[in-house]
């Protein structure tokens, strides 16, 4: 296939830097919002399975899902992510969630590795070194994410918290959610717990409390990044957060990331997930 | 007087109120959770994740410490202020402006070395000709005028960029001196940016 999407994409972003920059610094007003407009179209236009180069994430993780791996030489096909054996449909909506066989509360990241560990007797060192995708190094984590999350399309997220393992992950989300740390003082609560505050010109979503901001940003994750040309979950969302408040970075896959999703998730009850959606 | 109660109006107009989380966690549960999620965070940044005593109250007072505990907190951020050795508050504005709008350094991906910026930019609007201006902070346009650019108020600018909380306990503003993000030398170009008369903020 002849179809470069990483190229064409970064080669509209520079275009677009290109003409914000030739305009100088006083007509930055004008050309931010023509910029923005610009990417409204182009978010538009590749909103669709057949333009959206996140779907290039859904195939190869189909692909991934049936391919026979590990030292057992099977697929992932019988993996319960939560709605009984290879049964994908609405199982993302789900998660986080708590798993009997791990005596856990794990994501769909954490529930992948452990079904690529027990099932397919998988080493996910390789896997997990290529958590998150870069120009020339695939990642599985991103394709499985994406391919797993779209068969929950129009699903309403909805989490039950009914075991207690789930319940104590939500409260240690809410806990980390406002906890503030590091050298700049920063929690999440910091950017996200008011409704219309910007970054820059980045409009910041409120997910302090169930808002439409936290559905409309629940429901659209993973999503493919433009300005990244590359397909994110959940798990590098957080590890870029995380970054800009200048603490270390996070652990993937671990207990504190999915107790955090778990507080995200919830907040967003009820949405209906698009994904992958295409994001800036 | 006035450009210190000034300070005070604007640091709490920008306090949100948040919602009151409820407890039902033992702190103890989610400090072993960030101790793990953390885990291989390396040893010269483990610091970051620990908590000092004003970030473990005002998590755990979500911000809004009762008169008591904010003395407390204004007490003990007032006694890390340290001054510039030439006793000079106003640096150079031009500079200021520069670290005003530079977010860089400080995070896990910056190479080490890296000069961090105050990043005043993506929370307050403040020159004029710079419409890229986050809202997360009060406003700065006209600053230094609207405090007649007294000597007092200037001292209590750099004391506020060096540790917002040294005046206001919580406040969402990072603590730039007193957590080593600016020098005091790039805290007094701040001021400058503020505070000086030939600023772009105050014309």
Known sequence: ?280 | MKGASLLAVLALAAAPALAQPSPKVDPSVVESYVKSTWSKAPPDWQSRVVQDETQRICTQLHNAPPPAEAEKIMARERATIVYPADGKLIGDWQKGERAAQNGRGGQFNDPPDTASGGNCYACHQMAPKEISFGTLGPPLVGYGKLRDFTPEAVKATYEKIYDAQASFACSNMPRFGANKVLTPEQITDLVALLMDKDSPVNK
Not at chain 1, 13 to 35: F, P
Not at chain 1, 41 to 56: A, E, H, I
Not at chain 1, 202 to 230: F, I, N
Not at chain 1, 240 to 265: K, N
Request: aromatic fraction near 8%; hydrophobic fraction near 40%; include cysteine.
């Open chain 1, 1 to 280: 296939m002849q179809f470069h999407p990483r190229t064409l994409i970064g080669r509209l972003l520079i275009a677009a830097v290109a003409i914000a920059g030739a305009l100088g610094s006083s007509a930055l007003a004008q050309s931010d919002e023509e910029t923005e407009k610009a990417l409204e179209k182009y978010r538009q236009m590749l909103s669709d399975p057949f333009s959206n180069p996140g779907y290039l994430a859904v195939d190869r993780g189909e692909e991934l899902w049936s391919r026979k791996r590990g030292a057992n030489n099977v697929s992932l096909e019988s993996c319960d992510l939560g709605e009984g054996p290879g049964k994908l449909e609405g199982a993302y909506a789900r998660l986080p969630r708590f798993f009997t066989d791990a005596g856990k509360v794990m994501d769909l990241e954490q529930r992948l590795l452990w079904c690529m560990e027990t099932v397919q007797k998988l080493d996910t060192k390789d896997v997990i070194a290529r958590r998150f995708s870069a120009p020339g190094r695939d990642s599985d984590m991103e394709d499985l994410v994406a391919f797993i999350a779209n068969k929950s399309s129009g699903r309403a997220i909805e989490l039950a918290l009914a075991h207690p393992k789930e319940q104590e992950a939500y409260a240690v989300g809410e806990a980390m959610f406002f906890r503030r740390s590091a050298i700049m003082d920063f929690s999440c609560a910091t950017c996200h717990a008011e409704d219309g505050k910007r970054i820059r010109l980045q409009a910041l979503p409120d997910l302090s409390r169930p808002t439409k901001a936290a559905k409309e940003t629940m429901g659209s994750w993973p999503t493919y990044r433009v300005s990244q040309a590359a397909l994110r979950t959940m798990q590098h969302r957080l590890w870029d957060c995380y970054r800009q408040m200048r603490m270390p970075a996070p652990d993937y896959a671990s207990d504190g990331l999915t107790a955090l999703t778990v507080f995200l998730a919830k907040q967003a009850e009820g949405a209906t997930l698009d994904v992958p959606s295409i994001k800036r």
